[in-house]
């Protein structure tokens, strides 16, 4: 007798799964140069990405989108030490650039612009996605217009302007102002007001350090830094974020993260057979031409110079730690931040043999137009635990170990509390 499991895998053989080999068959016939998946993957992610984007944007100006509360005690009762946030910063998320200034930046919003910015090979292309009822565009015309954009064979350009927004901050506003001066004002406007940036790379992110450093850095040709963020897709599907951060905190922008992934994998818009509509994306995408004077490109040569010297500085690298994590560590009644917290300072004691003071950021969103509060990660308990861990561990058991950490954890927890809470403190 058939196991349930074995009745679903035969199901699925005689029925959708069927249909589903004849279509890979005959589409692997069509494209028998090449992988019948390839380019499929990268169009598909990006256009499930930027639908599910539009559809939180349309909910948050609805006034339908949920409010986000803190829970002290989340396995307690819903509403027992529970706080709701302040979210006035949310509408800043979409249609906003920090534009340069001498000496002091400025935040653009204006949510008349119902069009998005797509960069690929540093070539800048906006289209619109909202129409002026406010609807949104079918998922299969924004499919169509990036796959216009994936199949356009305009080569790099010689000076992407889009690496301006990597150089300082000063230099950028005397440049950003000669663009104005040479008329380029019309396309710095439409990238100013587009509601978010689509970064397409040709780059595969295949290996975690290349998915790193391409969604930290790439080559600053392909970026617009200055949006208040930029959605970034690699030709092999791999999918990140890039935030700017005047705006708004991480946590923020770690919440609309969560928010558009679960849309984009749990309700995808389009599907690798999906067949994209039928329209005019030549007349739709525009390509954003740019005016460029020899001050302009010298300026576009530097930048692109400082970038690479600051990227050669840099190293990136990372691992996977599989034996335990932040479910072994609730178990044991240690809190996973903590131990992240004490983590750090026990590499930097090992490394450079002394502990050093550090910090890490505390959403304020309880108050009114609340930001960051700072939480010292570095306390007299971390400094001894440390030490007993790189220096002493065998002058201590296991208990004594443990207590330690249990101490740490403890005194880390109410730190954050009380930061959360605004209330002062004079720290260890």
């Not at 799964?17 to 380019?39: F, P, Q």
Request: proline content about 4%; aromatic content about 8%; some cysteine.
């Amino acid at each position: 007798m058939a196991t349930p499991a074995e009745k679903i895998a035969q199901d699925f053989l005689n029925g959708v799964g069927r249909e589903l080999h004849k279509e890979l068959v005959a589409k692997d016939k069509i494209n028998n140069h090449t992988s019948y998946i390839s380019g499929t993957v990268h169009l598909v992610w990006a256009t499930n990405l930027l639908c599910s984007t539009l559809r939180y944007m349309k909910t948050l100006r609805a006034g339908l989108l949920e409010p986000n509360v803190l829970h002290f005690q989340p396995y307690g009762p819903q509403m027992v030490d529970a706080y709701p946030l302040d979210m006035s910063h949310y509408h800043r998320v979409f249609n906003t650039t920090r534009i340069p200034g001498q000496g002091r930046d400025e935040l653009f919003t204006n949510e008349k612009g119902h069009h998005v910015l797509v960069m690929r090979n540093g070539n800048m292309y906006v289209f619109d996605v909202v129409d002026r009822d406010g609807n949104l565009l079918k998922p299969t015309e924004i499919q169509a217009h990036l796959n216009y954009i994936l199949t356009d064979l305009t080569p790099a350009p010689a000076f992407p302007i889009g690496i301006l927004t990597s150089e300082n901050r000063d230099v950028w506003a005397e440049l950003r102002d000669k663009l104005v001066n040479c008329g380029n004002t019309d396309n710095l406007r439409l990238v100013d007001s587009a509601v978010c940036c689509l970064c397409l790379d040709d780059a595969s992110m295949k290996k975690g350090d290349d998915m790193l450093h391409s969604l930290l850095l790439a080559n600053g040709c392909n970026r617009w830094l200055d949006k208040s963020f930029s959605l970034h897709v690699s030709k092999s599907g791999e999918a990140g974020i890039c935030m700017e951060h005047s705006w708004g905190d991480g946590m923020t922008m770690t919440d609309i993260l969560e928010k558009i992934y679960k849309d984009s994998t749990e309700q995808p818009q389009v599907h690798p057979g999906s067949v994209a509509a039928a329209v005019d994306s030549a007349s739709a995408v525009h390509q954003l031409q740019f005016n460029l004077d020899s001050v302009l490109k010298n300026g576009i040569k530097k930048a692109n110079d400082n970038f690479d010297l600051h990227v050669s500085q840099l190293s990136i690298d990372f691992m996977i730690f599989g034996k335990g994590g932040k479910e072994t560590m609730k178990k044991n009644n240690l809190s996973p931040d903590s131990m992240a917290q004490l983590a750090f300072q026990m590499g930097f004691l090992r490394m450079r043999g002394q502990t050093v003071p550090t910090s890490e950021s505390c959403s304020m969103a309880r108050f009114k137009h609340g930001r960051l509060e700072i939480i010292p990660s570095a306390t007299t308990y971390t400094k001894q635990c440390s030490n007993a861990f790189v220096y002493q561990r065998d002058q201590h058991s296991v208990q004594q170990l443990k207590a330690m950490l249990c101490q740490c954890s403890r005194y880390h927890r109410q730190l954050v509390k009380e930061a959360h809470m605004g209330e002062f403190k004079i720290f260890l």
